[in-house]
Every structure is written in structure tokens, then in C-alpha cells.
């Protein structure tokens, strides 16, 4: 009997014989409890989200875009139960009002995490992972409350589509067989791929991804860099030597000293290739998007934010990073600029390493000053200047706790972690920062959520 | 202890496996080749056991998987060679050999166990010329808390040896390898080179040049024997040093045969090998980037011996590229085509590649690398590489030790399992996590036995001649233990006893020798001969410290099959006398001393070459530059690239002076050229009208002249697969002469990458029509451009215009009916002939049945000199990672396969049945995405077929392309039908690009030269630069362009032509991304 009627409930097209079992049953069961769904819930399946991404290596740029686009789903479908917040559909491109619910007793909360899962599941490689997770939660669902359970799950999966399809038209998808990056050998001031892995220069056509705020991935155009020259006087050469020094001097102090500490804990690189003869593995750690995401996640607990405003906050501040991510790629192949690795060990000291492992892509802006000055603007104007918080999101990956008295001193030791960490010029941190903020501003003056 | 107990079981499990697989098989088959005996039979109960332990480990130490050494020799001078193992951390171990496969252990009393902390290569030598052979262990020290010195133990000559390193100068303590004896500078004593190996950071490649900063550690030595004492002379000899310098092959030969003897060294991860030629003055030079276009990327174990029977000693290096579809899916391979550009081209390091590789000796002239052709490029994770005539037919066969405990470049592990177990442990706190260890897949494997041709042919006679059993072997020594003339193979495995075989060739005779000099040099190391039999010559080299970390026996083994009696053997002595010995016995062991110290000059051939290069190339000073476009950066699936296939040329009389010019049209962003002919040569000219043109890339021109000689076409095609910011690169144009005036007409057409151009004579109405063969449609390789002429010509009615990718065509009356008719060929498809009727072309069937390939080029000759004419074709050539043949032909799906507006072409070859991919994972999913989500794991992917990979119902969608031969070959003409006859062996090296017909002897008679190579592939199939040319006078007379002067080894050649220079033909050849050469003629 059991098994019956779980085979048969799951089937949305019921007969009018489930129908009548489906009565039975309801009946049968009338003291079903209403299924709860806390804040708790919802950080949940984004941390599992997190931890996907970084098994299945996701770039920061791409890793930006896999927490968007659920929280956005969610948010829709939130805001239906809360007149407290305003659609996002007219405010971000292109996305069309989400088909409404037309059963006002469907459990919001519910839908939204549905539709949070199963976006986030399209937009994964290991799908099973995301949906061996979704499988128990359905499971203890189900088990509290089918009917609640079905009619939320349905209503989810409907806005979920409504989102995928959303999504596929953000040029992601005819990004992937663009051309790869051609590597100009001549001109001594480009980008070139740096040791160990040599890869090729991820995403150079991530300024065509649709932005979901911006007018135009060029709309927050930094300046360019400082002049290339190798002339000891200029200004490109003296950032130079500034990365050079600043590393050798904090290598001096050695590994416990703070400048050394903060550029660890602001590796945020996904994919830290390790070769040790022929035994080859990686490191694997958080995007700085996903870390971004760890603090929103700190602040909205520390907060007490409830499940919605939960949502609200990861939303705004995962659509201010997807931006900023197109914003910072457009810099990065505009410019094209060799990272400091490569120039020292050309001219200056051939057995330099960086403290940091060089990401693979051209130099100029920060994109860790970029992100993080587009999310530290958008998580002060919903929770607040001087907010502090203790950032413990880089434990699983064996790194300390860190405080910050606010968003902003979080983001600036962001963009200067890449200095220490001898992988960014000054320049790129400064400039990348105000882009950052610049982006930050634009979602908070464009886009009306909370009411 | 754990460990072992894991590795017992598994190795049991495989071995019952392999046994009732093997059980089945021999059922059919007479027994095996070779016997492994047993431990327990033989008392040989050595095993080189390794233990893992926090503090070491395969993370602490690179080169913690490779082994211990083995030595053979008579140490006892009772006949039979002896056994010395060297353990990494147990103790050494000495077996005497009592005769009939029985051994006893002598380690502890003949006191050679050795103590150094870890011990590597072993060998046997007498370094103390008292006709007794001594031991030399070669250790690690100085890292990882590793003790003590290379040991030497001199022999007592009682079974006992004593400890004397220090006495000789040899108590060396380096991160060594192994050694090897030879007299480098001929002075009759046996001096040594000490291979060592780097430790140092693989992770950024720094400069090539650092080789040449001196390293005690790393950099090997060469040791100069100065009268029992051995000094260190490598610097002033000019052998690198550098802390970069992996060595793990060595192989001593004298590979010119100049009579001092060479050195070879291997060196793993990116630093170069090493080829040094000896100078004949104490000093070396090394030359590998003169002789060898690529490399082994990985180089392990290697071995010098002449494997095809025309006296030159041939090289064998070893590298870790697995042949079974599985772990080949799911192991790290070659670079991307971006990484091994920067390699090479930033960083100053030469053209490597993860395979096997097969160096044919061109009698001194750059090497043909074959070990793809050759069928011996992928024995997985291989040590050490031993050619002997196992089977003693006359040829040399090959063995191949290989294992490891555990693949460290598995892909899974590097990816997704090594992060989530060791994270940032290692970087951290240097712990290492013994669960992360246990998750590298294992690597224990059947060794390789290859039965060779004589040829350079091999093939894999694995459960046939050996018994597939899975093993870590490393070290490997041949020799005859048992004296009956076969030679035996012995191999030190890890955490298991060594593998001793037993050699039961019966029915065939051998001739072993071994020497006794009254020099420095007893055993007569560096000992040449050649043995004579019924007009064939085998040749031998005695340098018994070979193929990896070990010695083999010090004799020359030859086998000559039935034959009974010897023809002669000539020996050339170390110190360069010879004799030649005329009455020696099959079956026989002869020791031989020097008599008559006649002095031995080489034959010098006194023959001038054919051709002989033009150092001032008659002031045609060419050079063609591409551009920076990479295909692979476009199209990322893309089999090969097509924007290579410039320069375009041609040759006619352009300033209307009476004498023919050149036209060489350049790529993107590299104006045309025209060098006009004057008296003393040719002149580069000034076109303003050709400068403009610098934007297209021309891939092919053809030229007429007509009304005497006062007019003319000169019609230029273009290609470069670029479209860049406009279309104008693919612009086709036609330049002719009006009013007296150059001009250049551009031809506006829908852009294609042009592959042939030919301006065709009408003879009914003297006008002319010009056929532009189209190869391919810019970004959208697979979709097939039209063909099409410009004049009265045109195909007949109801013929598809879309030929295929065309490459070459030849106008030509095939059918005898007075028309010219034309024959087009081209990549993925048959040639194609049409039939000339008053103009219109009517495709005909000729071939009795289709020979789809991947031609590239195209030309008539009687090559059967029957009278009629026959067709040479140009194809890819059967050295290389495609596979075809007319059963099971080379697959390419072309389709749209994610919809996502931009096609892409799947290459599948055909493996024991199924088809699969032919290449992996990570560049599949580069351009189709949803791989990334269908496979989460690399050992879900690997092992699966394209079906598999991408369902049916995808592939069913897809435009297929088949090729069913890759050799280049010749259509016999029966008759006005046509059959395919593949050229020889020696012509299938690399892609033939372009053939010119002319009487190149001066005969009389009209011979065809053929050109090729090609570079424009991923790093995963190498470089195709080891066809030196060749001279095709007939079906059985072909002639190699090495032996003929041409210098084509490491280019890719576009064009050959013969121009006229005051009554003087000279061959004008012009390469891909190169300067043109000319040759004189010398005609005898």
C-alpha cells in the first residue's frame, strides 16, 4: 500500500482514480504537519552548492554565475508569499514576470528551495551529488507532509524551468566553443600562462555573458593600467617592484607573519595545481565568489535574518557579483596584461615564486578586488556600515578565522591580499576596487527588492 | 606488511586470471618463448621490497617507484654469467650461477650488500683489469637523509669482493642513476659516465639554458680513467650539469661510426635529451637538435642497437603512454598545443612528446623517428628497453620491462580525488595522508615482447612469447645462463622476486662471442662486428651497460635462423684495428684477442650526392612566416590544421623577358613575392600591386602564358581557415599582365580555404578555364566548399560541385581519348576522375574500389614502367596516432553536436572491435560541455566508445567521413582501371605534400621526387619530421633523400620544382614556415 501510493502521488498528471486514493489518503492522514523550512535550510543547500563546485572545478567567473541564477529563482518565487519585496522580473535583463502560483497554499519556502536546487543541479557537472542531497530532503518532506510536499515541488520545478530557460539565453552556452584564447608571444607587456600548469587563459569571452544589471559589460571601464615599460623609472616598472619587494620582505618574516596570512586566506583559488615529480593533484579551495557568499551567509545569521530576508540577501549580493565578474573579464582581455611571475622571472629573479599560485588569466583589474568591492557595497546597504563579523568560511579548507569590522574592511584586505600574495600590481587592486564598488552602487540604485 | 600482503593477493587474483585466459590460449599455440622460473626453482629469492612511510614516500622522493638495478656477468670466470641485484632499501644480493637455472646466494660471504641508504643502478665491469669482473652500485645521497656513496667492489677473485670507491676516485655521492663503462678517449682503459638525476622543482621550466650551470648533485659526470684513478672531466669534455638534467636513459654507441663512441642520455620531464657526439678529442659536442626533430617527453630506459639490419646502430627511448584504451582515457597526457609552444618556442626546449620513441639511424644524417610505424610507441609506464634476437631469426626482437605501484597521473586523482583526501596537508604540514596514496589507481602491468622484422617493423607477442603477468620490472639484463645459446632475460621487480626467463628457442642457430684484450680494455667494450651470412649483414656493438639502471653479460649474441654455416664476421676493435674471421662455427661460443692490429678505415664512400645545396639559393631569398592563428584555438576538435598550407607557387615568365620567374605567395599579413630571372640568378622585384595583398593567405597559384609568351594568368588561391575582422584573407585573385601593366583582379567568391588551383588549357578554342579545388569552409571544417571552374568548363549536369576537401589535382588524358581529363584528390574521400568531353566533366568510376585517404597530393608517373601511366598519391602516411584500414576505417562525425550554433568533428579509430574516441575527455568536453556533466569521473568516460560516449542518437545526426588507408601509394594503371599499391615501409614515415617529375639521374629517364612532413597537429600526435624525401626512379628502385644530399628532415615541405637557370636545372623546394633551399642537380 505504501509503495503504492508513492509510485502513484509523485505522478503530477493524476487520474481521477489517484485522485480518489489521493482523497483517502488525505484523509487517512489529517494530522500531517505543515512542513518548515528555516534560514538554516536554505544556507544549507547553497553550502552544498559550494561544495559541488569545488569538487567539480568551476572558474570564478562561471562559479559566479552558479550561485545567481538559483538565488534568483528563489527570491521570485519568495517574494509571492512576502509583500515586503519586489519582483526582480523588468529590473534584471530580460527575465520575464515567473508563472504565479495560482494555489495560495502552496508552501513558499518550499518552492523556493526546490527551484534553488534544481537550478543549481542544471548548472553543476556532478548532478547526482545535488541530487542525491535534493533526494533526502524530498524524502523527509514527503514523509511530513505529501500533499504540501507535491503541490510546493511542482509549483518549484515550474519557475525553476522558467529560470533555465532564462538562463540559456545568456550566451553562456555559444561562450563555450568560442575561440580559446591565442597567447601573443611578440609583445612582451601580454598576458602569457604562468607556471606550474601553464593553462590556457580561462574565459576570454566572458564579457559577452548577458549582464543582469549592467548596461554593458564596459559600462564601469577602469583606466587602463600604467604603461607598460621595463624602464626603472616608470610607474608600470616601480608596481613591478613593489610586488617583487613587498613579497621578498614578507617571505623574510615568514609564514606567520599577517601579510602572509592574508593572502592565504584570500587564495580563493579554485584549482592550485601541485606536481611533485610525476604524482600530480591539486588543492582545491572556494572561489572568491564563494566566499563573498560564506560572509552573506555570517552576516544574515548574525543578523537573525529569516528565510526570506536570507534570500534577499544572497540574491542581491550573487547578482552583484555576476556583473562584476563580466565587468572584470572585459578589463582582463581588454589589457591583456602580464602577470608579475612572469615579468620577475624574466628580468628580475629567475627562481621567484609568488606566494600565491598565479591564477590563469591576464592581470589587469583584481578580479578579487572587483568582486569584492561589488559585494562588500551591496552587503553594507542591507546590513549596514560597521557591521562586523567574525569570517570563519575558509575553516573546511584549513585556514583560521579572520574578523572584520565591517564589509568594506573585509574587501580591502581582499584586494591587498593579491599584492602580498605577489600575483597583482598595485594598480589592478586600486582601480579594481573602485570598479567594484562603482558596480555595487549601480545594483543598489537600480534595483528595488526590499520595500 | 600490509602492503605486501595487497599486493600478493591482487597479483594472485591477476595471475589466476591471465593464467585460465592464458591456459585457453596456449592451447591453441605451442608453448611459450620463455619460461619464468620460479623462485623456488632457481634459489633466486631476491625482491626488491619498498616501503612507504610517513617520512618517505612517493611526495618526498620523485623517483621513489623506479627500482633497483641488475648486473650479468662470469664473476667467477666459470662460464656462466652470475646475478647482482641492487635493492633501493634492503641489501644488495649476489647469486652465483651454478648451472641449469640453479643460483646460490653469496651476498653476505662475497661481501657486496652494500650500504648505502638507497641504492639505484648496478653494474658489472673490470675496473681493474685483472680479467675479473668487478661491481659498481650507483646510490642516491644527500636527500631525504639518504647515506653513504656509490660503492665499487673490486674482485678478491675468490667469490669475495672488496669495498674500494674511495681507491678509484668513484665514492661519488649524488642524486645518481646508473653508469656505464666505455673508453671514451680511446686510450685502451675503461673510463665511466655517471648518469644523475634532477630533484629540483618540475614546476615552472625556467630556462633551457640553466644546463650549463654546474650542479654536484644533479649534473652527470663524466669520469676520466687516469691510471686506475677516475677523475671527474665533464666540464672540460662539455658535458652539461645543469640542476634541470632528469637522467634516467643512458646508452653508449658510436652512432656515427666514426670509431669514437657516442652518448645518449634521457632525461624526464621537460629538459631535453642529450646527444653527445664524440669530438675524437677527449671533448663532446652535443647535437641533439641537429639529428633528432622530437623526442621522448618522459624519457626512461633506452637502448642503441641496429634493428634493421643496414649496419647503423638504432635508438630506442622509452616513455610511459599506455596502449590499453582505459588507462590511456584516464592517465595525463601530452601538453596542450599552447603549453608546447611556449615550451619550445619561450623557453628555448626542444620537441617532446608522452610515447615511446624509434630513432631510425640515417647513416649519420638526422634519425627517422618511427616507433608508431614501427608498432612499439605505447608500453605504458616502461624502465627498460633490451633488443636481442630472442628468437634468433636474424632480427632483432624487443623487450620491454614496465610497472608501477601506483599511476600518479591518473586523472581522477589529480582532480577530484587527491583535493577532498590530502587538501592542505602536503603544503602545510608535509603529512601525508596514506589514504590519498592508496586512491592512485595501480599501475602493475605484463611487461612487452616484440618479435622484430628486420625492418623496423615489430610485433607484440605478448602471451604468445611471454606470459602476461602483471609485474612492476624494472632493471632488466639479458645473457645466455644456461649456455645454451639463447639468450635469457632477467628483471628486478618491485615488492616481488625477480623475473628470471628462461629462453627456449630450439631450431635455430646462434654465433656468440666474447673477447679478451691485452688493453686496459679486456672484455673489449666498444667491440664492433659484423656478421656476414648469404649477402645479409647484422651488426653489434659490445656495450653491455644498457637499458636501464643494469648491466646485460659483456658478449655479442647474434641469431641466423637455419642457416649452418657463417659467411664471415669482421671485428673492429675499441682502439680501431679489425680482423675478420672466416671459419667460425654456428652454434659456437668463440673467444676472440686482437691479431694483426691491422688498422681499420671506413669504407668512405666516395659517391657525390645527387644534390647539393645552393648556399646563395640563386638570390631567392624566401622565407615563409604564418601568422600567429592556431586552428585548435578556433575549432578546438579539429583533426589537424588547415590554415598551413601556404605558400603558394608558381613558376612562369612574368616580366615577359622569355625566361620563367617565381611567384610565391605569402601568408596573412605577408605580402607576395616575385623573383624574376636575370643572368646571374634571380632578382627579388618590386610589385606595388602584390603589397597590397599582404592580408590574404595564398595556399595555391598556377600560371599560363599564352599568345607567345606575351600574356599570361597567374591565378592565386587562398585559404588560413581566419577570418578574422574581414574576409579579405580569403579573398581569391587572378594577377595577368593588361596593356603592358601588372594587375591584380580580385575574384569575389563565397570565402573558402582553397586547397588546389590549375589553369586548364582549352584545347578546341585556345582560351582557358581555371578549376579552383576548395578544401574547406572557414570555422566550419566538415562542411564541404564547392569546386567549381572560371571559364568554359563546367561540370556535367547533375554533378555535385562539392567534390570533397580537395588538397591536389592533375589534368591528364587518363582515357586516352585526346581530352585532358582531371583527377582531383583530398582529405576523406577517394580520388576522383573526370572525364574531359568537349568541356564538360563527367565523373567516372577508375578505381576498381574506392581509396578514401587523407591525400594531400597527387601525380601521373609509370612508376610500374609497363608504358601506361600510373598515379603517385600523397597521403598521411602510417606513422601516426590515425588509424585505418579498409575493414575498419577512420571514423570523423561532423555535426552540431550540442546545438549550439557551432559544429564540431569527433575523430573515432577503430581498437579490438569497437570505435572510440581518439581523444579524451578534457578535449572533448573543452567544446561539448554537457561531457563534463554526462561523465563526472575520467574512469567513467575512459574505456567507453563513441556510442557510448555519445549515444546514438547524436552520432545518428552527424555527417560521417571515412578513410580506410593512411599509406601513400601509387594507382596501378590495368588497363584503364586502377588498383592501390602502397609504397614501401620507408615512405610511410610522415604525410607526402608534393612530388616533382623530372630526369633528377640524367638518364634519360624521368624519376619522381616526393616531399612531406607535417607539424600542424596537437602535441598528442607529435610532429611527422622524420621524411627526408625520396627518389621514386620505379616500383623497386626508391631512394631515401637522405642518401641523395637533400637536407628535408624537421621541414615541411609545400613545393617541389625544377627551374632553369642558364641550362642549369636546380630543385627549388619550398617549405611551411621556413626558407625555401635550392639544389644544383648533379647530374652524373
Redesign the interface.
Known amino acids: 500500500m505504501m509503495k503504492f501510493r508513492f509510485m502513484k502521488l509523485r505522478d503530477p498528471k493524476n487520474t481521477p482514480l489517484v485522485g480518489l486514493i489521493l482523497a483517502i489518503f488525505l484523509v487517512g492522514c489529517s494530522t500531517s504537519e505543515p512542513i518548515e523550512i528555516s534560514a538554516e535550510d536554505y544556507t544549507a543547500t547553497v553550502d552544498k552548492v559550494t561544495e559541488i563546485m569545488v569538487h567539480d572545478i568551476f572558474s570564478p567567473p562561471v562559479a559566479s554565475r552558479i550561485y545567481a541564477y538559483p538565488n534568483v529563482a528563489a527570491y521570485e518565487i519568495m517574494i509571492q508569499n512576502n509583500a515586503g519585496y519586489k519582483s526582480l522580473s523588468g529590473q534584471l535583463n530580460q527575465l520575464e514576470p515567473v508563472p504565479q502560483a495560482n494555489d495560495t497554499t502552496i508552501n513558499f519556502r518550499l518552492a523556493s528551495l526546490v527551484a534553488h536546487m534544481d537550478v543549481s543541479r542544471t548548472l553543476l557537472f556532478s548532478e547526482d551529488r545535488m541530487a542525491s542531497y535534493r533526494d533526502s530532503l524530498y524524502g523527509v518532506w514527503e514523509k511530513t507532509n505529501s500533499s504540501e510536499f507535491e503541490k510546493s515541488r511542482d509549483y518549484g520545478l515550474q519557475v525553476s524551468e522558467h529560470i533555465l530557460q532564462w538562463l540559456d539565453k545568456d550566451f553562456y552556452k555559444q561562450t563555450r566553443t568560442m575561440p580559446k584564447f591565442t597567447v601573443d608571444t611578440e609583445d612582451p607587456s601580454r598576458w602569457q600562462p604562468t607556471p606550474p600548469a601553464y593553462m590556457d587563459g580561462i574565459e576570454p569571452h566572458w564579457n559577452k555573458i548577458r549582464p543582469m544589471v549592467l548596461d554593458s559589460a564596459a559600462q564601469f571601464k577602469p583606466a587602463p593600467p600604467p604603461a607598460f615599460s621595463m624602464e626603472k623609472e616608470s610607474d608600470f616598472y616601480k608596481e613591478l617592484i613593489e610586488v617583487y619587494e613587498v613579497s621578498e620582505e614578507i617571505t623574510k618574516k615568514g609564514d606567520e607573519s599577517e601579510e602572509i596570512e592574508i593572502a592565504q586566506f584570500w587564495d580563493c583559488n579554485p584549482y592550485v595545481s601541485v606536481t611533485r615529480g610525476h604524482l600530480m593533484f591539486a588543492t582545491k579551495k572556494i572561489t572568491p565568489g564563494a566566499h563573498w557568499i560564506g560572509i552573506t551567509k555570517i552576516a544574515s545569521k548574525k543578523a537573525e535574518y529569516d528565510f526570506d530576508e536570507t534570500i534577499y540577501a544572497f540574491t542581491k549580493s550573487s547578482v552583484a557579483m555576476f556583473d562584476a565578474f563580466i565587468s572584470c573579464w572585459d578589463e582582463k582581455y581588454r589589457s591583456n596584461l602580464i602577470r608579475p611571475e612572469s615579468l620577475i622571472n624574466q628580468n628580475i629573479d629567475e627562481n621567484w615564486e609568488p606566494i600565491l599560485q598565479t591564477p590563469p588569466f591576464p592581470e589587469y583589474v583584481s578580479g578579487h578586488s572587483v568582486v569584492s568591492g561589488s559585494a562588500a557595497t551591496v552587503l553594507t546597504d542591507i546590513f549596514g556600515d560597521n557591521f562586523s563579523f567574525l569570517d570563519d568560511t575558509e575553516l573546511p579548507y584549513g585556514l583560521p578565522v579572520r574578523s572584520f569590522s565591517s564589509f568594506n574592511a573585509a574587501a580591502q584586505e581582499a584586494a591587498v591580499s593579491r599584492l602580498y600574495g605577489g600575483i597583482h600590481y598595485r594598480a589592478a587592486i586600486d582601480e579594481g576596487l573602485d570598479q567594484g564598488i562603482n558596480i555595487g552602487n549601480l545594483v543598489i540604485e537600480r534595483l528595488e527588492m526590499k520595500l | 606488511m600490509m602492503k605486501n600482503r595487497e599486493y600478493l593477493r591482487l597479483i594472485t587474483k591477476i595471475s589466476l586470471v591471465v593464467l585460465s585466459l592464458t591456459f585457453l590460449v596456449s592451447c591453441n599455440n605451442e608453448d611459450y618463448l620463455f619460461d619464468l622460473i620460479p623462485a623456488s626453482k632457481t634459489g633466486v629469492d631476491f625482491q626488491n621490497n619498498i616501503t612507504e612511510s610517513d617520512q618517505l614516500n612517493?611526495?618526498d622522493y620523485?623517483?621513489f617507484y623506479n627500482g633497483g638495478g641488475v648486473a650479468m656477468g662470469d664473476i667467477n670466470n666459470d662460464g656462466l654469467p652470475d646475478l647482482y641485484f641492487s635493492a633501493n632499501q634492503e641489501r644488495n644480493k649476489l647469486y652465483l650461477n651454478k648451472g641449469d637455472f640453479q643460483f646460490e646466494d653469496i651476498s653476505e660471504s662475497s661481501g657486496t650488500e652494500g650500504m648505502s641508504t638507497w641504492n639505484t643502478g648496478t653494474i658489472m665491469a673490470d675496473f681493474n683489469n685483472d680479467g675479473w669482473l668487478d661491481i659498481y652500485v650507483v646510490s642516491v645521497v644527500g636527500i631525504n637523509d639518504f647515506k653513504g656513496h656509490n660503492e665499487l667492489f673490486i674482485n678478491n677473485q675468490d667469490n669475495t669482493f672488496t669495498e674500494s670507491a674511495a681507491a678509484y676516485g668513484l665514492d661519488l655521492q649524488t642524486y645518481g642513476t646508473t653508469a656505464a663503462v666505455f673508453d671514451y678517449d680511446m686510450d685502451g682503459d675503461l673510463d665511466l659516465y655517471l648518469l644523475n638525476h634532477a630533484v629540483h622543482?618540475?614546476?615552472?621550466?625556467?630556462?633551457a639554458q640553466i644546463r650549463e650551470e654546474r650542479n654536484e648533485k644533479t649534473g652527470d659526470r663524466l669520469m676520466r680513467n687516469d691510471n686506475g684513478r677516475f677523475v671527474d672531466v665533464s666540464e672540460a669534455a662539455g658535458i652539461y650539469g645543469g640542476i634541470n638534467g632528469y637522467g634516467l636513459g643512458l646508452a653508449i654507441s658510436d652512432f656515427n661510426k666514426d670509431g669514437h663512441p657516442d652518448i645518449y642520455v634521457g632525461n624526464d620531464f621537460h629538459e631535453d635529451d642529450y646527444y653527445y657526439l664524440n669530438n675524437g678529442d677527449g671533448t663532446f659536442t652535443e647535437s641533439l637538435r641537429d639529428y633528432f626533430g622530437h623526442t621522448s617527453r618522459?624519457s626512461m630506459g633506452n637502448d642503441a642497437a641496429d634493428i634493421n639490419n643496414d649496419g647503423w646502430p638504432d635508438l630506442i627511448s622509452l616513455d610511459m603512454s599506455p596502449e590499453d584504451e582505459k588507462v590511456l582515457k584516464s592517465s595525463?597526457g601530452d601538453d596542450?598545443y599552447?603549453?608546447l609552444?611556449?615550451?619550445t618556442?619561450?623557453y628555448g626546449y626542444h620537441y617532446q612528446f608522452t610515447r615511446n620513441m624509434l630513432f631510425l639511424n640515417n647513416q649519420g644524417k638526422p634519425y627517422s623517428e618511427a616507433a608508431i610505424l614501427g608498432g612499439i610507441s605505447a608500453t605504458d609506464w616502461s624502465w627498460s628497453a633490451l633488443f636481442g634476437d630472442y628468437d634468433m631469426d636474424g632480427a632483432q626482437d624487443l623487450f620491454v620491462s614496465n610497472g608501477i605501484p601506483k599511476r600518479?597521473?591518473d586523472l581522477d586523482?589529480?582532480?577530484?580525488v587527491?583535493?577532498?583526501e590530502?587538501?592542505?596537508?602536503?603544503?602545510?604540514t608535509r603529512l601525508v595522508d596514506q589514504t590519498?596514496l592508496e586512491m592512485m589507481p595501480s599501475g602493475v602491468v605484463p611487461n612487452y615482447m616484440f618479435k622484430g622484422s628486420g625492418d623496423g617493423a615489430f610485433e607484440n607477442k605478448n602471451n604468445l612469447w611471454i606470459k602476461n603477468i602483471a609485474t612492476v620490472s624494472g632493471a632488466t639484463a639479458i645473457g645466455d645462463l644456461d649456455g645454451d645459446g639463447d639468450l635469457d632475460i632477467v628483471t628486478n621487480n618491485i615488492n616481488e622476486s625477480a623475473g628470471i626467463y628462461r629462453n627456449n628457442t630450439e631450431n635455430a642457430n646462434y654465433l656468440k662471442l666474447r673477447f679478451k684484450l691485452n688493453s686496459g680494455n679486456g672484455h673489449g667494450i666498444g667491440t664492433q662486428v659484423y656478421l656476414y651470412q648469404n649477402g645479409n649483414v647484422q651488426f653489434r656493438e659490445l656495450y653491455p651497460c644498457k637499458g636501464w639502471q643494469a648491466s646485460s653479460e659483456p658478449i655479442i649474441h647474434f641469431g641466423i635462423g637455419s642457416a649452418t654455416s657463417i659467411d664471415s664476421v669482421k671485428i673492429i676493435w675499441p682502439n680501431n684495428t679489425y680482423q675478420v674471421e672466416r671459419n667460425l662455427e654456428v652454434n659456437s661460443t668463440v673467444s676472440l684477442s686482437e691479431k694483426n692490429n691491422t688498422p681499420y678505415s671506413k669504407e668512405i664512400k666516395n659517391e657525390l650526392p645527387l644534390f647539393r645545396k645552393v648556399s646563395d639559393k640563386l638570390g631567392i631569398t624566401y622565407r615563409h612566416k604564418e601568422d600567429?592563428?592556431?586552428d585548435?584555438?578556433?575549432q578546438?576538435l579539429i583533426p589537424y590544421e588547415v590554415s598551413d598550407r601556404g605558400p603558394a607557387l608558381a613558376v612562369g615568365d612574368i616580366d615577359l623577358d622569355g625566361k620563367d620567374d617565381i611567384f610565391l605567395g605569402g601568408a596573412r599579413n605577408q605580402k607576395s613575392e616575385v623573383f624574376l630571372q636575370r643572368d646571374g640568378g634571380f632578382v627579388l622585384s618590386e610589385y606595388p600591386e602584390l603589397a597590397k595583398d599582404s592580408i590574404s593567405e595564398d595556399v595555391s597559384a598556377d600560371f599560363l602564358s599564352f599568345r607567345n609568351g606575351t600574356q599570361f594568368v597567374l591565378p592565386v588561391g587562398t585559404g588560413g581557415n581566419n577570418i578574422g575582422n574581414s574576409l579579405n584573407s580569403l579573398k581569391n585573385r587572378s594577377i595577368h599582365i593588361r596593356k603592358g601593366e601588372l594587375i591584380v583582379d580580385p575574384k569575389s567568391k563565397t570565402p573558402t580555404n582553397t586547397g588546389k588551383v590549375l589553369v586548364m588549357k582549352n584545347e578546341q578554342n585556345q582560351g582557358m578555364s581555371v578549376f579552383y579545388g576548395n578544401h574547406s569552409t572557414p570555422l566550419d571544417y566538415g562542411n564541404i566548399p564547392e569546386s567549381y571552374f572560371e571559364g568554359p568548363y563546367r561540370f556535367a549536369t547533375g554533378t555535385d560541385n562539392r567534390l570533397g576537401m580537395i588538397t591536389d589535382a592533375v589534368t591528364e588524358d587518363f582515357d586516352n581519348d585526346g581530352q585532358m581529363d582531371l583527377i582531383v584528390v583530398g582529405e576523406w574521400m577517394s580520388p576522383k576522375f573526370f572525364k574531359n568531353n568537349n568541356g564538360t566533366f563527367e565523373e567516372i568510376e577508375m578505381l576498381d574500389q574506392p581509396v578514401s585517404g587523407l591525400w594531400q597530393s597527387i601525380i601521373p608517373f609509370d612508376i610500374d614502367k609497363d608504358g601506361d601511366l600510373d598515379y603517385l598519391l600523397g597521403n598521411w602516411g602510417q606513422n601516426s596516432k590515425f588509424k585505418a584500414s579498409l575493414n575498419t576505417p577512420m571514423r570523423m562525425y561532423y555535426a552540431d553536436f550540442?546545438e549550439?550554433?557551432?559544429t564540431?568533428t569527433i575523430i573515432a579509430i577503430e581498437k579490438n572491435g569497437k570505435y572510440y574516441p581518439l581523444l579524451g575527455l578534457n578535449e572533448l568536453s573543452e567544446?561539448m560541455?554537457f561531457l563534463?556533466?554526462k561523465f563526472?569521473a575520467f574512469k567513467d568516460f575512459a574505456g567507453k566508445s563513441i556510442e557510448e560516449i555519445m549515444g546514438e542518437e547524436m552520432l545518428s545526426k552527424a555527417t560521417v567521413f571515412e578513410v580506410n588507408t593512411l599509406s601513400s601509394g601509387f594507382l596501378r594503371n590495368n588497363d584503364n582501371s586502377f588498383n592501390f599499391v602502397p609504397f614501401p615501409k620507408e615512405l610511410q614515415t610522415a604525410p607526402i605534400m608534393a612530388f616533382a617529375e623530372y630526369d633528377f639521374n640524367g638518364n634519360g629517364t624521368k624519376s619522381v621526387l616526393a616531399a612531406g612532413n607535417y607539424f600542424g597537429v596537437i602535441p598528442f600526435h607529435g610532429r611527422f619530421d622524420s621524411f627526408s624525401g625520396a627518389l621514386i626512379n620505379s616500383e623497386k628502385d626508391i631512394t631515401i633523400g637522405s642518401k641523395l644530399g637533400l637536407d628535408m628532415e624537421h621541414k615541411s615541405a609545400r613545393h617541389l620544382k625544377v627551374i632553369d637557370l642558364n641550362n642549369q636545372p636546380y630543385l627549388l623546394i619550398v617549405y611551411n614556415n621556413d626558407e625555401v633551399q635550392i639544389y644544383e642537380i648533379e647530374r652524373p
Open positions: 612517493i611526495l620523485l623517483y622543482t618540475e614546476e615552472s621550466f625556467g630556462r618522459f595525463e596542450t599552447q603549453t609552444k611556449m615550451r618556442e619561450q600518479p597521473n586523482f589529480i582532480r577530484f587527491s583535493s577532498e590530502i587538501r592542505t596537508k602536503i603544503n602545510d590519498a600567429n592563428h592556431t585548435f584555438n578556433y578546438k550540442d549550439n550554433g557551432t564540431e567544446q560541455v563534463r556533466k563526472n
